[in-house]
T-cell receptor, first 113, second 115 residues
Framework: AQSVTQLDSQVPVFEEAPVELRCNYS??????LFWYVQYPNQGLQLLLKYLSGSTLVKSINGFEAEFNKSQTSFHLRKPSVHISDTAEYFC???????????FGAGTTVTVRA | KAGVTQTPRYLIKTRGQQVTLSCSPI?????VSWYQQTPGQGLQFLFEYFSETQRNKGNFPGRFSGRQFSNSRSEMNVSTLELGDSALYLC??????????????FGNGTRLTVT
């Protein structure tokens, strides 16, 4: 079975500073990887996904994540954060053709002015 | 398009009661999944329905059940409620095209409190 570890539970960061959220997964077979964001009192929104192809994937709001098969990682980065990026971020994994997502415990990002 | 709609948003029940939560997927989406979110256990998969059939099930007791109707709307039911069932229940819909390149779209959830 696949599992996900998010190495940081809380990440405080100043506005306009860079941020990196770490995610490692374990699986013996090929997986699909996702980052979701959850704002207070809301559901989850898909931020990024890696299915195949280029190992660097980017979102429209400046986030990017890189799939590293040898290190079984899918870290999320943003070079300059905004106050509005304050949220909880979840890394998730699934086997191909499987709609069951396994989520990490989440990382709470708090952006301060 | 309207997003995934979950009703009610908040619910308070007493131990031993049962509860039914509702989820209306995005129009055209035939797959509906349910997840439980708690501070202690995080996000856990409950089950997935596609074309009125349960396709996948998580590790939850039989008190948790669900169904899907012909219009793809889904309900989940929890019987004999326990304090530990207090959680945010999230529903997600997808087109389920065969390859997982159609993402899951989540609703805002139903917050269940068991007293």
């Amino acid at each position: 079975a696949q599992s996900v570890t998010q190495l940081d539970s809380q990440v405080p960061v100043f506005e306009e500073a860079p941020v990196e959220l770490r995610c490692n997964y374990s699986s013996s077979v090929s997986v699909y990887l996702f980052w979701y964001v959850q704002y207070p009192n809301q559901g989850l929104q898909l931020l990024l996904k890696y299915l195949s192809g280029s190992t660097l994937v980017k979102s429209i709001n400046g986030f990017e994540a890189e799939f590293n098969k040898s290190q079984t990682s899918f870290h999320l980065r943003k070079p300059s954060v905004h106050i509005s990026d304050t949220a909880e971020y979840f890394c998730a994994v699934t086997l191909s053709n499987d709609y069951k997502l396994s989520f990490g415990a989440g990382t709470t990002v708090t952006v301060r002015a | 398009k309207a997003g995934v709609t979950q009703t009610p948003r908040y619910l308070i029940k007493t131990r031993g009661q049962q509860v039914t939560l509702s989820c209306s997927p995005i129009s055209g989406h035939r797959s509906v999944s349910w997840y439980q979110q708690t501070p202690g256990q995080g996000l856990q998969f409950l089950f997935e329905y596609f074309s009125e059939t349960q396709r996948n099930k998580g590790n939850f007791p039989g008190r948790f059940s669900g169904r899907q109707f012909s219009n793809s709307r889904s309900e989940m039911n929890v019987s004999t409620l326990e304090l530990g069932d207090s959680a945010l229940y999230l529903c997600a819909s997808s087109q389920r095209t065969g390859k997982l390149n159609s993402p899951l779209h989540f609703g805002n959830g139903t917050r269940l409190t068991v007293t």
